[in-house]
């Protein structure tokens, strides 16, 4: 409900209690209970009325106070931020532009541990995760091209994980609107656990990322 229907309830509730005080009076007058008596039981109803009228002033003086522009949307951005959570496999992540449009969207379709290595490579890997993922592109006019540097991935304890030439074999294309493409990227992983927290950054630039997935290499 904003802003204005609320503050119309309030103002409804007085025009209501108006109403009824007057055909209270109106009733009264038409009594046969006695001038004295019609007086005093209308003194009654107006001051009952006054401290009725006093509070629904005071309730809608209170809305104006809480619910002003920048108030809602503090309020807003907190349950955002409440409801947002971290996504897991098969779960996809929609990402707006500057000016709030959905422009794109990410997926991470599997998480798998695989038994290939690279014997050139010098990096230590007691594991090899290759992560498959799919990016479209909804509305960016421009080419859209998601690679691992998008990416950070984090262990069971909180280390980053560093990529690994191995294991990937679906490299990722620049994609035009309306398109998508599914690709994948392999990291060495020193942990004995499988727990995995892959952060998404649509801006490489940003420090923060855009979405959150936690997941399970199998």
């Known amino acids: 409900m904003n802003k204005e ?13 108006i109403i009824c005080f007057i055909i209270g009076g109106i009733a009264l007058g038409n009594s046969n209970s006695g001038v004295n008596l019609t007086k005093e039981r209308y003194d009654q109803l107006l001051e009952f ?22 108030n809602l949307d503090n309020k807003i951005n907190e349950k955002t931020e ?11 992540a929609y990402i707006n532009d500057k000016n ?6 990410i997926t991470i379709d599997n998480v798998k541990l695989t038994d290939e290595r690279n014997q050139f490579s010098e990096k230590e890997a007691e594991k ?32 980053v994980l560093e990529t690994y030439p191995a294991g990937a074999e679906k490299y990722p294309q620049a994609i035009s609107k309306g398109k998508k493409c599914t690709a994948n990227m392999s990291f060495a992983l020193n942990n004995e656990s499988n727990n995995l927290e892959l ?7 940003d420090g923060k990322a855009s979405e959150v997935f936690n997941v399970i290499a199998e």
């Open 5 to 17: 229907k609320l503050k119309s309830v309030f103002t409804s509730k007085i025009a209501i209690g």
């Open 49 to 70: 009325e006054k401290v009725a009228l006093q509070k629904e002033g005071e309730a809608v003086e209170t809305l104006n106070e809480e619910l002003t522009e920048e």
């Open 82 to 92: 409440e409801d947002k959570r971290p996504l897991s496999i098969g779960e996809t």
């Open 100 to 105: 709030g449009v959905k422009s794109m969207a």
């Open 128 to 159: 090899v995760v290759v992560i498959e993922y799919t990016y479209e592109n909804i509305a960016d006019e421009e080419n859209l091209y998601v690679f691992d540097s998008n990416f950070k991935v984090y262990d069971a304890s909180g280390n």
């Open 199 to 205: 952060e998404f950054y649509d801006n490489m630039f």
